[in-house]
């Protein structure tokens, strides 16, 4: 078995949770159209004894061109941490874009074995600018959503997993918790279902996680940073609340593979995204 560390970086919105997806054939990290919506390294770990490799896949939250709170920069640096634990770097990057708005980012690259991969060719071609063709990288195109030309990136990846070892037993497919994914679920219902501004301001919180006999017992605190967001994420007659904890129970059903009752409680902590204490709290130091 030969295995290897690889980490997709690339701007927010590319595609990266999508063809981590796709790469593992689950739908383990949460993806939407909104940008930011990953916001820990979250690895996936691929296990394929056909082609006798095991790939650990890390995906990052989303390079920024500038940031404007601590969350922002604490989400930078959990990217540069990601990339040096890796020995191969996907970068992935939509085709309307272009690697010249990102060559700062390559400085942090050195020494490391580099892909640069263009996705979403189902919307068009890229365009390779001067600076792109000067970069001694391989590099290719996809579609991670239409799951086009996987296997000619697959093909580029497997020489570069070389370490003669297995570090994940066979059935353990992420490094992250159940309590992770279940609030997870409950963002993925706020990015669903609210305005671009709300999922950007919230963070969620498992309080308590109980396994009893024939049900889990969940409590989950959404923290808003204003106090009419708080009233738009419950809703008129508590509506929303309860479409965001029902669909976020459905998962957390299929993913614990018992019934689950899932409480949800929605607070204001104003400005949280730059309060250094409760960052450190919730993960992101
Ligand atoms: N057309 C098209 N859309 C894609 C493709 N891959 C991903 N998308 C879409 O792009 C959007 C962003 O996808 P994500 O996987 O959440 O992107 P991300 O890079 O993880 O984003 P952040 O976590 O915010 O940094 C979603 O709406 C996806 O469905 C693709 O190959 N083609
Ligand atoms: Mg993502």
């Given at each position: 078995?030969?295995s290897?560390?690889?980490?997709?970086i690339g701007?927010?919105?590319?595609?990266?949770s999508?063809?981590?997806?796709k790469?593992?054939?689950?739908?383990?990290n949460?993806?939407?159209?909104?940008?930011?919506?990953?916001?820990?390294?979250?690895?996936?770990?691929?296990?394929?004894?056909?082609?006798g490799?095991?790939?650990?896949?890390?995906?990052?939250?989303?390079?920024?061109?500038?940031n404007?709170?601590?969350?922002?920069?604490?989400?930078?640096?959990s990217?540069?941490?990601?990339?040096?634990?890796?020995?191969?770097?996907?970068?992935?990057?939509?085709?309307?874009?272009?690697?010249?708005?990102?060559?700062?980012?390559?400085?942090?690259l050195?020494?490391k074995?580099?892909?640069?991969?263009?996705?979403k060719?189902?919307l068009?071609?890229?365009?390779?600018?001067?600076a792109e063709?000067?970069?001694?990288?391989?590099?290719?195109e996809?579609?991670a959503?239409?799951?086009?030309?996987?296997?000619?990136?697959f093909?580029i990846?497997?020489?570069?997993?070389?370490?003669?070892?297995?570090?994940?037993p066979?059935?353990?497919?992420?490094?992250?918790?159940?309590?992770?994914?279940?609030k997870?679920?409950?963002?993925?219902?706020?990015?669903?279902?609210?305005?671009?501004e709300?999922?950007?301001?919230i963070?969620?919180d498992?309080?308590?996680?109980?396994?009893?006999?024939e049900?889990?017992?969940?409590?989950?605190?959404i923290?808003?940073?204003?106090?009419?967001?708080?009233?738009?994420?419950?809703g008129?007659?508590?509506?929303?609340?309860?479409?965001?904890?029902?669909?976020?129970?459905?998962?957390?059903?299929?993913?614990?593979?018992?019934?689950?009752?899932?409480?949800?409680?929605?607070k204001v902590?104003?400005?949280?995204?730059?309060?250094?204490?409760?960052?450190?709290?919730?993960?992101?130091?």
């Amino acid at each position: 078995m030969r295995s290897g560390f690889l980490t997709i970086i690339g701007p927010a919105n590319a595609g990266k949770s999508t063809l981590l997806n796709k790469l593992l054939k689950t739908n383990l990290n949460i993806v939407s159209s909104k940008p930011q919506t990953t916001r820990n390294n979250i690895a996936g770990i691929l296990t394929d004894h056909k082609r006798g490799i095991q790939l650990v896949i890390t995906d990052t939250p989303g390079i920024l061109k500038k940031n404007v709170s601590i969350l922002d920069a604490r989400l930078q640096d959990s990217i540069v941490k990601a990339v040096e634990d890796a020995d191969i770097i996907l970068f992935l990057i939509p085709v309307k874009d272009t690697v010249s708005n990102y060559l700062e980012f390559f400085e942090k690259l050195k020494g490391k074995k580099v892909i640069i991969c263009f996705n979403k060719i189902d919307l068009g071609k890229p365009s390779f600018s001067e600076a792109e063709k000067k970069l001694e990288f391989p590099m290719i195109e996809i579609s991670a959503l239409k799951e086009l030309n996987i296997d000619s990136l697959f093909k580029i990846i497997d020489p570069l997993i070389t370490d003669e070892a297995q570090y994940y037993p066979d059935d353990v497919i992420s490094d992250r918790t159940e309590r992770f994914f279940v609030k997870e679920y409950i963002r993925e219902g706020i990015l669903e279902n609210l305005k671009e501004e709300i999922p950007h301001q919230i963070f969620v919180d498992i309080d308590t996680m109980e396994e009893q006999a024939e049900i889990w017992r969940i409590e989950g605190t959404i923290y808003t940073e204003r106090e009419n967001h708080k009233k738009i994420i419950i809703g008129s007659a508590g509506s929303m609340i309860k479409k965001i904890g029902t669909e976020a129970r459905k998962k957390s059903e299929e993913l614990l593979s018992k019934k689950v009752f899932l409480k949800l409680e929605v607070k204001v902590k104003e400005n949280w995204r730059n309060d250094p204490i409760f960052l450190k709290k919730l993960e992101y130091y």
